[in-house]
């Protein structure tokens, strides 16, 4: 039976050959500071000792998030949320040719990185090439990936 509460959702999840989908909160009392989200493969479940360690892994998770900030350093997680530039830019490639070639993110960022091993490039050198001197990844008549200019 479809789920009608999600029906966008659950098409994703048939179509990715979605297994369980786990989420929990990260609320303290009354504060509610965001959802910790684990996804498992299909026909997987967490068992009982799993989801009990999920759910000290979200109060621990909570704390650190409520604890930032009430210190002398403005934001003593910094260096947990800070995202290096490079990461970003791995994200942003990965966007550009999910709209270039019309395909899922999961491809797009599995062709950036065949381009990147092609080509002897790091992941990062890549993703910077595709962002900024735009870098396309194509594929070929045969659906080969061909040379990008």
Request: aromatic share 6%; no cysteine; hydrophobic share 45%.
């Amino acid at each position: 039976m479809p789920d009608t509460r999600w029906p966008l959702l659950a098409l994703e999840a048939a179509a990715a050959r979605a297994g369980s989908v786990y989420a929990l909160p990260l609320q303290l009392g009354a504060i509610r500071v965001g959802v910790l989200s684990l996804y498992l493969d299909a026909g997987s479940r967490l068992n009982d000792r799993d989801f009990g360690d999920a759910v000290a892994i979200a109060d621990l998770v909570t704390s650190l998030m409520l604890a930032s900030g009430t210190t002398d350093d403005p934001d003593p997680l910094d260096q947990w949320w800070a995202q290096p530039r490079s990461s970003r830019e791995i994200h942003q490639a990965t966007g550009m040719v999910v709209a270039q070639l019309g395909v899922r993110a999961r491809e797009a960022y599995a062709r950036l990185q065949g381009y990147a091993f092609a080509n002897e490039l790091g992941l990062d050198e890549v993703a910077a090439q595709v962002v900024h001197h735009g870098l396309r990844i194509d594929t070929g008549p045969d659906g080969d990936q061909a040379p990008a200019s």
